[in-house]
């Protein structure tokens, strides 16, 4: 018999239908003989909308009551799919986060999970039940009820997967898995059948919003297999894990675009030891975090550095810019929020190369200009003007013969 976790997102239990959906497809699992955890969000939007209640009384709540009043919505959740597996004559019970003992540090919002006491969810399950775990939450060892941050159902369900050695979790959304690119971007993007915890994190972080990037972290650390599956549906979905030696024959799996970032520029910073230092340590002392650096010498006695940064974080990152630019004596100081950052993924670019060639060139055949490059062992991103990146994202997947299926 094989413990399999499967993990149920809010808007697959929107509404009363959706919950017995989901309800039958979890009998389905438990009757094929095996034991089944599931781990639900709230509701729909029922966190959005806890949150805008609580905007409407104050700008600056407790954070200790921000948690008491989020993890609320999964509460509902667990009861009512409880109810309607019960409808199915099927044995199912539910708990909060707390109840089964995940035991989380005490940052209130965004806690890290330390400990998960599996004894109560083996004892339920071996009396015959479908457990159903509150997703997102915890307690600190004090007793204080703690959320996991935004998303953070994914990371109970990989951490259940991981503390019950489940043979793998199943995160089920509204989608049918993970795409080689935003199918809304790229209408002929394909699905991916399976997929490494590396390739995955490079996508997140890229802007492809297809799972909670810590999760991730946790599934790559203890190595739990991840399938990305459609709930509406049977189909097999993407299936995340560890790198195999066949991944490495496809050189490009995914390409992805984020438009969530500006380039600032420093003009004529003087070029001697410790000028980048100075500048990248105010910004990391202030909490910015910086995504690509450029800064190339030139025949003078200065040089230009440009960098990007989140665009969220532009209206905190530029006091303290402007600061160390006065400071350093910069002559001109430009920030550009118009820029899109187009990436390349893959593991198969440790094994072959010409990669960052073909890029540059699908972007020169649609005269798409380049601002920034930047490259780790798996990715390549550019960064081009904003307007273009559904151009470029287009182009890059073409040229990669992502679309068709056939990869090269
Ligand atoms: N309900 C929480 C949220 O909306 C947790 C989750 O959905 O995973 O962020
Ligand atoms: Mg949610």
Redesign the pocket.
């Known amino acids: 018999m094989s413990l399999i976790v499967q993990k149920f997102?809010?808007s697959s239990v929107a509404n009363v239908e959706r919950i017995q959906r989901v309800a039958r497809r979890v009998v389905k699992t438990r009757q094929a003989g095996n034991q089944v955890v599931v781990v639900v969000?709230?509701l729909g939007d029922?966190?959005?909308d806890l949150i805008t209640l609580a905007e409407q009384i104050t700008k600056k709540p407790s954070e200790r009551e921000m948690d008491m009043l989020?993890s609320t919505?999964?509460q509902v959740s667990v009861a009512l799919l409880a109810l309607a597996i019960h409808e199915l004559n099927v044995k199912a019970i539910s708990f909060t986060g707390p109840q089964v003992g995940i035991i989380t540090d005490k940052f209130h919002t965004k806690a890290r999970i330390l400990n998960v006491n599996t004894v109560r969810i083996r004892k339920a399950l071996k009396e015959g039940n479908v457990v159903i775990v509150a997703?997102?939450q915890g307690k600190t060892e004090g007793e204080e009820i703690t959320t996991l941050g935004?998303?953070?159902?994914?990371l109970t369900a990989v951490a259940l997967a991981k503390a019950l050695k489940a043979k793998f979790c199943e995160i089920y959304t509204d989608v049918d898995g993970i795409f080689t690119a935003d199918p809304r971007l790229v209408p002929d993007a394909q699905k991916i059948q399976q997929i490494s915890y590396d390739e995955i994190l490079e996508l997140a972080s890229l802007g492809a919003k297809v799972m909670?990037s810590r999760s991730i972290e946790v599934g790559k650390k203890f190595n739990v297999p991840i399938y990305v599956r459609n709930s509406s549906h049977e189909g097999e979905g993407t299936l995340i894990t560890k790198e195999t030696k066949k991944m490495e024959d496809v050189v490009v799996s995914g390409v992805a675009l984020a438009e969530d970032e500006a380039k600032i520029t420093m003009f004529s910073v003087p070029d001697k030891p410790g000028v980048a230092a100075e500048i990248f340590a105010k910004l990391a002392k202030a909490n910015i975090n910086v995504d690509m650096i450029i800064q190339n010498k030139t025949q003078t006695h200065s040089t230009d550095i440009s960098f990007t940064v989140f665009k969220n974080e532009l209206s905190k990152a530029m006091p303290v810019v402007r600061q160390t630019a006065k400071e350093l004596k910069v002559a001109q100081l430009t920030c550009d929020e118009k820029v899109a950052k187009v990436s390349v993924v893959g593991v198969g670019m440790r094994s072959h190369s010409g990669i960052a060639a073909r890029m540059f060139a699908a972007l020169a055949r649609k005269k798409i200009n380049i601002q920034m490059i930047s490259t780790s062992e798996i990715k390549i991103s550019c960064v081009i003007e904003a307007g273009r990146g559904k151009d470029a994202l287009k182009e890059i997947h073409k040229e990669f013969g992502l679309g068709s299926g056939k990869k090269v």
Request: hydrophobic share 15%; no cysteine.
């Open positions: 997102g809010g969000s709230a029922t966190t959005d989020l919505g999964e997703g997102f935004r998303g953070g159902s994914d909670h």
